[in-house]
């Protein structure tokens, strides 16, 4: 049986305040129940202001994203070693705003998949297709070639310490989630193209999260798709009280 993962993916929201009272607001709404893996996803700068409010509570801390490289001259990036430093257990990796935004190629985002695995942190890998892809019955060459590239030189023992996201772009932000068949389809697939990367048995045991337009009035129905093991939230994880309604529907 895998565990559902609910993870919150602040984005560039909140200010350093508000950040940590949506923080504690999680804390105490989750009351020290661990029938669901939770984390949160907040903006560099208030990193360590979270990491304050979560440690010692089953709320996990993670970043939304790296460099590849431990230390050096690359003036305004951010270093997996420095995210373990204040004390992210995760970081999410090749989400499609920075694909898409910041022209993240596949090569790239592996490169950073092996750097934050060597630091210890755990991966949150996002891959989705855009909606002309999927008018266009691109869907599965898309994933195909994102979990490919992505992917590359995983081992089975890596992939224990990676989730997979599967993000339909035309779902992210939209209010337009994808429908729970759509999402499973889709799941299925993934776990099975994983299964050929990196071994059948590791991607059994693969988490695979859902994210897209996730709220309360959805989340049940997606989270009771047999591969669709979480969800990465965004608009909704703003809220504690929507993303706490998010957790309980992983609970079952
Ligand atoms: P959304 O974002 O829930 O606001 O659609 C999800 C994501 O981008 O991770």
Same mark, same amino acid.
């Given at each position: 049986?895998?565990?559902?993962?609910?993870?919150?993916?602040?984005?560039?929201?909140?200010?350093?305040?508000?950040?940590?009272?949506?923080?504690?607001?999680?804390?105490?709404?989750? $009351?020290?129940?661990?029938?669901?893996?939770?984390?949160?996803?907040?903006?560099?700068?208030?990193?360590?202001?979270? %990491?304050?409010?979560?440690?010692?509570?089953?709320?996990?801390?993670?970043?939304?994203?790296?460099?590849?490289?431990?230390?050096? $001259?690359?003036?305004?990036?951010?270093?997996?070693?420095?995210?373990?430093?204040?004390?992210?257990?995760?970081?999410?990796?090749?989400? @499609?705003?920075?694909?898409?935004?910041?022209?993240? @190629?596949?090569?790239?985002? +592996?490169?950073?998949?092996?750097?934050?695995?060597?630091?210890?942190?755990?991966?949150?890998?996002?891959?989705?297709?855009?909606?002309?892809?999927?008018?266009?019955?691109?869907?599965?060459? *898309?994933?195909?070639?994102?979990?490919?590239? @992505?992917?590359?030189?995983?081992?089975?023992? @890596?992939?224990?310490?990676?989730?997979?996201?599967?993000?339909?772009?035309?779902?992210?932000?939209?209010?337009? +989630?994808?429908?729970?068949?759509?999402?499973?389809?889709?799941?299925?697939?993934?776990? +099975?193209? *994983?299964?050929?990367?990196?071994?059948?048995?590791?991607?059994?045991?693969?988490?695979?999260?859902?994210?897209? #337009?996730?709220?309360?009035?959805?989340?049940?129905?997606?989270? #009771?798709?047999?591969?669709?093991?979480?969800?990465?939230?965004?608009?909704?994880?703003?809220?504690?009280?929507?993303?706490? %309604?998010?957790?309980?529907?992983? *609970?079952?």
């Amino acid at each position: 049986m895998r565990k559902k993962f609910i993870a919150g993916n602040w984005k560039m929201n909140t200010r350093g305040i508000d950040g940590e009272l949506l923080a504690a607001a999680v804390v105490k709404g989750l $009351a020290g129940d661990t029938r669901v893996t939770v984390a949160v996803c907040p903006p560099f700068p208030f990193l360590p202001r979270v %990491a304050q409010i979560v440690a010692g509570t089953p709320v996990a801390l993670g970043a939304q994203n790296c460099y590849p490289k431990d230390d050096g $001259a690359f003036t305004g990036e951010v270093s997996p070693a420095m995210l373990v430093d204040v004390g992210c257990k995760y970081v999410i990796v090749g989400h @499609s705003e920075r694909r898409q935004i910041f022209k993240e @190629s596949d090569e790239y985002i +592996n490169a950073k998949v092996h750097a934050a695995l060597k630091v210890g942190l755990q991966v949150i890998l996002c891959i989705g297709e855009t909606l002309d892809e999927r008018k266009a019955n691109k869907t599965e060459a *898309v994933l195909d070639t994102q979990l490919t590239g @992505s992917l590359a030189k995983i081992t089975a023992k @890596s992939l224990k310490n990676m989730v997979v996201a599967y993000e339909p772009v035309w779902a992210i932000g939209t209010g337009v +989630n994808a429908t729970p068949q759509q999402a499973q389809d889709a799941h299925a697939f993934v776990r +099975n193209r *994983v299964g050929q990367l990196c071994g059948v048995a590791a991607a059994q045991t693969l988490v695979i999260q859902y994210g897209g #337009s996730v709220k309360p009035d959805n989340a049940t129905i997606l989270l #009771s798709q047999p591969d669709v093991d979480g969800a990465l939230v965004g608009g909704a994880a703003l809220k504690a009280e929507d993303f706490l %309604a998010i957790v309980r529907a992983g *609970v079952g």
